[in-house]
T-cell receptor
């Protein structure tokens, strides 16, 4: 079975500061990795995904993430955050073979202070 | 390109009642997955439908059931509602050959009183 652990439930940062949201996963088989964002009272929007190739992936809104196979991590980063980045962020994995269900972490609430 | 839509956006039901939630897939997508997101939690997989048949199920009791129609739209039915069923229900559509890439609708907020 797969599991995802988001190491911080809440991350407060000041506007224009850098941010890192941490994600570790556990799986005995190969997985694809994703980060989704959820704005208040909305559904999930795909930020970025790692399928194969370069371990540094770039997504929308200036976010990027790095896949580290040895540490089974997929941390999300942004060099300078904006007030509009305030949201809940979810890390997720899905099996490469027989893909059916996304397995999500508990989420990290990113709060941007002016 | 039309995105994933869900209806209704909110509804309130009483314990013991039954509810039906609806989802229209993104144009061209033939696979639909349903997730339950309790308050403060990550989404949990309920089941997936492809070609009008269930194609995988999470750890949910049989009172959670679904349908997929020939136009790939889908319904989630929950019988004998319990207070713990209160949650945001998310529908996601994808292509069968790339079902790892799922696109989510805005969700239906269900409150059971």
């Amino acid at each position: 079975a797969q599991s995802v652990t988001q190491l911080d439930s809440q991350v407060p940062v000041f506007e224009e500061a850098p941010v890192e949201l941490r994600c570790n996963y556990s799986s005995s088989v190969s997985v694809y990795l994703f980060w989704y964002v959820q704005y208040p009272n909305q559904g999930l929007q795909l930020l970025l995904k790692y399928l194969s190739g370069s371990t540094l992936v770039k997504g929308i809104n200036g976010f990027e993430a790095e896949f580290n196979k040895s540490q089974t991590s997929f941390h999300l980063r942004k060099p300078s955050v904006h007030i509009s980045d305030t949201a809940e962020y979810f890390c997720a994995v899905i099996l490469r073979q027989g893909a059916q269900k996304l397995v999500f972490g508990q989420g990290t609430r990113l709060t941007i202070n002016p | 390109e039309t995105g994933v839509t869900q209806s209704p956006t909110h509804l309130i039901k009483t314990r013991g009642q039954q509810v039906t939630l609806r989802c229209s897939s993104q144009s061209g997508h033939n696979t639909v997955s349903w997730y339950q997101q309790a308050l403060g939690q990550g989404p949990q997989f309920i089941f997936q439908y492809y070609r009008e048949e269930e194609n995988g199920r999470g750890n949910f009791p049989p009172r959670f059931s679904g349908l997929q129609f020939p136009n790939y739209s889908s319904e989630l039915n929950v019988n004998a509602l319990e207070l713990d069923d209160s949650a945001l229900y998310l529908c996601a559509s994808s292509l069968r050959d790339s079902s790892y890439e799922q696109y989510f609708g805005p969700g239906t907020r269900l409150t059971v009183t």
